[in-house]
């Protein structure tokens, strides 16, 4: 078993210089130290292209975690730092990872790390699979644990997916492998199981009886900023629905877990997405809808951006419908829509419960929300008197973590780097799940394109809340997104 305190192990960082590293990586590193979960035991070797000394690696990671905490012990700062060391790397080099593993030995005599390597691949997805097939060949695996951290996207098709897989299980069985999608991290998503399964006011209505639709936003009002080039390879389906938006829905439809356990979680989320409904043409026509944003003049365009083709027709806005044909929520509507520069920074869920005939007429029906970024919040949409004349009135019962319980919260990338650490494979996906979501996209963009000559692409005023169409994907069309 895996200790839970001061894990002996040697972390292999490919991308070291990178954002990800920079912003979230190093930064939640430092809490797991001061946490004691690394401690005496482990080092971290950051590899990128650039020729950086280890002590200017340890400057750049000193600035990350001045830039990201209020307070630092300059003792335990300088402690932490000196367990990193920094690899001039190409990916493509096979002397490079022979230098690699040389540092990685002689590492992992000096701070008595057993053998244990944690290798972490937060680069561009294309040199995934040529890193996993360097490690195999190379012989980078430790006489230890050995875990591989997988960032995101894995593939850009179930065929590209399945070929990436195939490279990374050469070395690494399917429970060595932590594919990240860092909402799994995220407070109010861990929170959807217990909301679901302690509360009865919830438990009880949590079936097709009750629940009319489920509508998933998660909206960025960002554009693509630098971040250009692997867009146009990759679009809003494939960028948020693929992974975030699939592992929120499989959270709210899936069946009651037999336990807590990763393995009874991950059994009750194969069963759902067994019983995906893939998207055929007719629903594809009626339910979902692409965008690209277009300002009024050029200052929004997505077409004008860095690295962006003047005519592309990559999707910045996606929306659509997911069903399942099993779990408590069997044939119920999971609506999701996803963007950049859309009104504001806003990721929620909305669950729509049925009306119910009553004896005051038109009494709005109950909405249970909940709010992931950028509060974690949670409310219910009531009825109830109003107070000068007849009739009803909507209020929401709401909780809202206060900002001192939110600076407790700990960031995704911790919360899951932990788990790698501690070998909990709960909030990762796995590759039998991850296969189901690409087959949905596969089929969803296997339309688009067939379509993309006679439909053009709808545009959206940047700062709104997409094109005017996805307000029209409901199966009844009295139905509409709640958060508007
Ligand atoms: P980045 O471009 O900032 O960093 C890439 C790193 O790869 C750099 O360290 C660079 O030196 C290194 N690199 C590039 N080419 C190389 C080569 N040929 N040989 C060796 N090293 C090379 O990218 P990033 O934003 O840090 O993203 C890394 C991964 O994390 C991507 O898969 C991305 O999708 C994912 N991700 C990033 C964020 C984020 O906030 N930045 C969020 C979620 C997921």
New binding site residues.
């Given amino acids: 078993m895996t200790p839970t305190e001061n894990i002996p192990v040697i972390i292999i960082l490919?991308?070291?210089?990178?954002?990800?590293?920079h912003?979230?990586l190093y930064p939640a590193l430092f809490n797991l130290y001061q946490q004691n979960v690394i401690h005496d035991r482990f080092a971290v070797i950051g590899?990128?292209?650039?020729p950086w000394s280890h002590d200017y690696l340890r400057e750049q990671i000193k600035e990350s975690i001045e830039e990201t905490h209020d307070q630092v012990n300059e003792d335990d700062l300088k402690h932490f730092l000196s367990h990193f060391y920094y690899q001039s790397?190409?990916?493509?080099h096979v002397s490079h990872y022979m230098a690699l593993k040389k540092m990685a030995a002689h590492l992992d005599e000096t701070y008595h790390a057993d053998g244990n390597r944690i290798f972490y691949?937060?680069?561009?997805?294309r040199?995934f699979g040529t890193i996993a097939t360097h490690i195999n060949d190379q012989h980078l695996i430790g006489s230890g644990f050995n875990r591989l951290v997988v960032?995101?996207?894995f593939g850009r098709s179930l065929a590209s997916a399945q070929k990436l897989n195939d490279e990374i299980r050469r070395s690494f069985s399917e429970d060595q492998v932590y594919r990240?999608d860092?909402y799994l991290g995220k407070e109010m998503v861990q929170n959807i199981l217990p909301l679901r399964l302690t509360n009865p006011l919830i438990k009880n209505v949590w079936n097709h009886d009750f629940v009319k639709n489920i509508q998933i936003t998660l909206g960025e009002q960002l554009g693509v900023e630098a971040r250009g080039g692997?867009y146009e390879t990759s679009g809003a389906l494939r960028d948020m629905v693929q992974n975030h938006v699939f592992q929120i829905a499989t959270l709210l439809m899936m069946p009651e877990p037999e336990a807590l356990s990763a393995t009874a979680i991950h059994a009750a989320k194969q069963m759902l997405l067994d019983h995906i409904v893939l998207p055929d043409p007719d629903q594809m026509r009626k339910h979902f809808v692409r965008g690209q944003y277009l300002g009024n003049d050029d200052t929004f365009a997505y077409r004008k951006e860095k690295n962006v083709a003047p005519d592309s027709t990559t999707e910045t806005f996606a929306a659509g419908e997911i069903k399942f044909n099993a779990g408590p929520l069997a044939g119920v509507p999971v609506y999701f829509r996803t963007g950049k520069r859309m009104k504001e920074k806003c990721s929620r869920v909305d669950i729509v419960l049925k009306h119910m005939t009553n004896l005051y007429g038109r009494a709005h029906s109950n909405n249970i929300s909940i709010i992931i970024d950028p509060v974690s919040e949670f409310y219910l949409t009531i009825n109830g008197k109003k107070i000068q004349e007849s009739g009803i009135r909507r209020e929401d019962l709401k909780y809202r973590f206060t900002t001192a319980e939110m600076a407790q919260v700990p960031d995704g990338y911790e919360r899951l780097l932990h788990d790698v650490f501690v070998a909990d494979t709960t909030n990762f996906t796995h590759w039998s799940e991850l296969k189901r979501s690409w087959q949905f996209i596969d089929a969803a963009e296997a339309f688009w394109q067939s379509d993309e000559k006679t439909v053009p692409m709808p545009q959206y005023a940047p700062f709104k809340m997409g094109p005017k169409e996805a307000d029209h994907i409901f199966e009844n069309p009295h139905d509409h997104w709640i958060y508007r």
């Fill in positions: 490919f991308g070291g210089s990178g954002d990800l590293a912003r979230k590899t990128a292209r650039r790397h190409d990916v493509t691949m937060a680069m561009a997805p040199f960032e995101k996207p990240i860092h692997y």
